[in-house]
């Protein structure tokens, strides 16, 4: 979005310069680990709210023409203020569509507000603001290489142990361990993740979760007996979920702004 563009809804996105690659931002949740106040995707970051630094960073993509944003059910007003007061440099459009009650029906939501023209379909955390723009293109370039589905992934550097989780009124007792999977084939996985249009629709379509519904729109492609491949991630593209996150992500933007001029 330019400096004199606004954050429209989905009827009014130009249909006449279609977007081959967009992205959807669901920025609908509430943040509770990061304690309480503004939801997660609006807290400050180096002074400018997480969700811009996450719009931006989608938007630095040059293959990325369009960004919708899934606002809280009740905040997408709030939201487009927000981006209309932090407008992008370059010719991205940046739609706010209300979101539903769990991760799944805003992603669905965002969905929807791609026009068909876009083939290629981003999905990335608003909590991950600083995924460098190399990660996205890579990502990009593996769906329009063929790939239906393809996430950002780093190797597991800890030990990771299965157990037995204590639950009711066993909770915070001892957990036994049953397992130690191969750390070697392990990776952990960041966003954007990137679809073939068509396959994340028929995810959206065909798997339903009870309870809060799918987290990870890969996983959600798995379960349809589709492959998804694994593209090199980026240290920096971590999830601000906890306070000390927002320390490291402190920290980085310093690194930038010195480094690059960011």
Do not use: W
Not at 132 to 151: F, L, S, W, Y
Not at 181 to 204: K, M
């Amino acid at each position: 979005m330019n400096a004199n563009a606004k954050s429209v809804t989905p009827s009014v996105v130009d249909s006449e310069r279609p977007a081959r690659t967009a992205a959807v931002i669901p920025a609908a949740g509430r943040g509770v680990r990061l304690g309480p106040g503004a939801p997660k995707a609006l807290r400050p970051l180096s002074g400018t709210p997480m969700l811009v630094h996450a719009v931006r960073a989608m938007a630095g993509s040059r293959a990325v023409s369009l960004v919708v944003v899934v606002a809280p059910p009740d905040g997408a007003d709030e939201v487009r203020r927000l981006l209309d007061a932090y407008p992008l440099t370059g010719t991205t459009e940046v739609v706010v569509v209300p979101g539903g009650e769990t991760r799944q029906d805003s992603v669905r939501l965002g969905l929807a507000a791609v026009p068909d023209s876009v083939t290629t379909v981003l999905v990335h955390d608003a909590a991950r603001p600083l995924v460098p723009v190399d990660t996205v293109d890579a990502v990009v370039a593996a769906v329009r290489d063929g790939a239906p589905a393809v996430v950002p992934a780093l190797p597991v550097t800890d030990t990771v142990k299965r157990v037995e989780p204590r639950t009711g009124d066993r909770a915070g007792e001892p957990e036994p361990v049953v397992g130690t999977p191969e750390r070697a084939v392990l990776r952990a996985v960041q966003t954007p993740q990137g679809f073939d249009r068509a396959t994340l629709a028929a995810a959206h379509e065909k798997i339903v979760l009870a309870g809060d519904g799918a987290t990870d729109d890969a996983g959600m492609v798995e379960r349809m007996g589709v492959e998804v491949v694994v593209v090199p991630g980026h240290e920096e593209a971590f999830k601000v979920t906890r306070p000390l996150d927002l320390v490291l992500a402190e920290a980085v933007l310093a690194r930038r702004r010195k480094n690059d001029g960011f």
